[in-house]
C-alpha cells in the first residue's frame, strides 16, 4: 500500500511540472529591411558633362570664363560597396569669373534704391567680385552679403551663388540662383539668366526634399542638429542628398532617427509620434498554462490533507492498540505481545499509517514549494515594445496595412518615440 500511494503521487508531481515547462518558441524569420519606395518625382535631366557660359554681354571685352564643371554622372561616380549602397554626387565646381567693374541693372520690377545704397553695394560687390576671381571665396560671400544689405539685387544674388558654388553650398546656391532669376532676365543679361538656369538643373542632382511633422504639443523638433519647429507643425525644406538625422524632444521624451538615404530629387516624409512609458509596456508570462502552478500547490496541499488523515487514523490505532495491552496485562505477568497476532496487526497498521501521514506530509512540502516556485517564475513581468510595433497593433487593430517605419536609437531618459517614414 505504501509503495502504491508513494508512486501514484510520484506521476502526479512529475505529470505536473512536465506540463510547466516552456515550449522552446520558434525562431523569428528577421525581416529584411524594407527599401523606402521612390517618390515618384522625376529625375533632374540629364546634363552635359561640363558646361561653357559664354562671357557677360555687359563686359565683352573680358575674356570667355572656364568651363563649369557639372557634378559627375553616375557612370562617372565610384561604384559604391556593400549591397544597396548609394553614392552622394560629387559637388559642383565653377571657374567661371566675374566682369572687371561690372554693373549693377535697375529695373523697376524688382527694387529701387538711393544713391547712397546704390553707391555702398557697388563698392562692397566689386570688391567681392576681385575677391572671387582671386580665387577666396569665404571672403567674397562676405563681401556679397554686405552688398546685399545695401540692394537685394539679382545680380548680387547670382555672383553669390558662383562663390557659393566653389564652397560646396548647394542648399545655399540654390536658394541665391532662384532670387537671381526671380524677376527674369531685365535684371540680369540674358546668357547670365541662362546661365542661372542650367546651374540650377545642376545643383538640382545635389538636394532633395524632407517633409517632418509632429503633433505632440511643446516637442522641439530638429533636422540634422538645427531647430526647425515646436509641435505641432510641419516642416519642408532642401537638403543635401544623402542621410539625415531627426530629432524631436520634449521633458520626459527624448528620441533620435537616421533616416535612409535620400536621393536627388526624392522627397521624404517623416511623421514623428511620441509615447509615453505606459502606452509602450506590455506584460508576458513564461507558460501559457497559468493553471498548473496552482494545480501542482493544490495536489501538494491534498496530499498533506490526506497524510494528516493518516496519522489521526494512527493515533487511533495505537490508542486502540495501547488499550488492548492493557486489558492484556494482569497482575501475575505482562501481557506477550507476540501470542497476541491481533495486537501484533494493529501495532504494524499504526506504524503503517504514521509512516504513510510523514511520506504524504513531505511529498506535500515538495508539491507545495514547486508550485510556488513555478507560479512566481510565471508571473507577468512588463517589458518595453519598440513604438512602431504599438503603431502596427493599432494598423492590424483598425484593418490597415503597416506602414514603413524605422526604430529610433533612443537615449537613456527617454520613454518612447514613432518615427514613419514614406518616400
Known amino acids: 500500500m505504501i509503495k502504491v500511494l508513494a508512486i501514484g503521487l510520484g506521476l502526479v508531481l512529475g505529470a505536473g511540472v512536465v506540463s510547466a515547462q516552456p515550449k522552446r518558441p520558434a525562431t523569428p524569420r528577421k525581416k529584411a529591411p524594407a527599401t523606402a519606395p521612390k517618390s515618384g518625382d522625376s529625375q533632374p535631366a540629364a546634363t552635359p558633362a561640363a558646361a561653357t557660359p559664354d562671357s557677360p554681354t555687359a563686359q565683352p571685352a573680358s575674356p570667355a570664363p572656364a568651363p563649369v564643371a557639372a557634378p559627375a554622372t553616375p557612370a562617372a561616380t565610384p561604384p559604391a560597396t556593400g549591397p544597396g549602397a548609394r553614392a552622394k554626387p560629387a559637388p559642383m565646381k565653377t571657374d567661371e569669373k566675374a566682369g572687371a567693374n561690372e554693373a549693377l541693372q535697375r529695373n523697376a520690377g524688382y527694387k529701387n534704391v538711393t544713391k547712397a545704397d546704390e553707391d555702398c553695394a557697388l563698392r562692397a560687390f566689386h570688391q567681392g567680385n576681385d575677391l572671387l576671381n582671386n580665387g577666396l571665396f569665404p571672403q567674397a560671400v562676405a563681401r556679397y552679403r554686405e552688398a546685399l544689405r545695401c540692394w537685394d539685387h539679382p545680380g548680387i544674388h547670382y555672383n553669390l551663388a558662383l562663390a557659393l558654388i566653389n564652397l560646396d553650398q548647394p542648399i545655399e546656391v540654390y536658394e541665391q540662383l532662384n532670387e537671381a532669376i526671380k524677376y527674369g532676365s531685365d ?237
Open 187 to 423: 535684371p540680369l543679361d540674358e546668357g547670365k539668366f541662362e546661365h542661372a538656369k542650367e546651374y540650377l538643373k545642376l545643383v538640382a542632382g545635389l538636394l532633395a526634399d524632407v517633409e517632418v511633422s509632429c503633433d505632440k504639443p511643446g516637442a522641439k523638433v530638429a533636422v540634422d542638429g538645427k531647430e526647425v519647429f515646436v509641435a505641432p507643425g510641419s516642416f519642408k525644406a532642401k537638403v543635401r542628398v544623402g542621410k539625415h538625422t531627426f530629432y524631436g524632444e520634449k521633458e520626459g521624451y527624448n528620441a533620435r532617427v537616421t533616416a535612409p538615404f535620400i536621393g536627388p530629387g526624392e522627397t521624404f516624409r517623416i511623421e514623428l509620434k511620441l509615447y509615453t512609458a505606459e502606452e509602450l509596456t506590455r506584460y508576458r508570462r513564461r507558460w501559457d498554462k497559468t493553471w498548473m502552478p496552482y494545480t501542482v500547490i493544490g495536489a501538494g496541499v491534498l496530499v498533506g490533507l490526506i497524510g494528516g488523515g493518516l496519522e489521526l487514523s494512527a493515533n487511533s490505532t495505537y490508542k486502540d492498540y495501547q488499550g488492548q495491552v492493557a486489558r492484556c496485562n494482569t497482575t501475575a505477568q505482562a501481557c506477550e505481545i507476540e501470542k497476541h497476532p491481533d495486537l501484533v496487526d494493529m501495532r504494524k497498521s499504526g506504524d503503517t499509517k504514521r509512516t504513510l501521514g510523514f511520506v504524504g506530509y513531505g511529498v506535500a512540502g515538495a508539491a507545495v514549494a514547486t508550485g510556488a516556485l513555478l507560479a512566481y517564475l510565471n508571473r507577468r513581468t512588463p517589458y518595453q515594445i519598440r513604438p512602431e510595433e504599438r503603431d502596427d497593433e493599432q494598423d492590424k487593430a483598425q484593418g490597415k496595412a503597416p506602414a514603413v517605419s524605422f526604430t529610433p536609437v533612443v537615449s537613456p531618459g527617454m520613454t518612447g518615440a514613432l518615427v514613419q517614414g514614406h518616400f
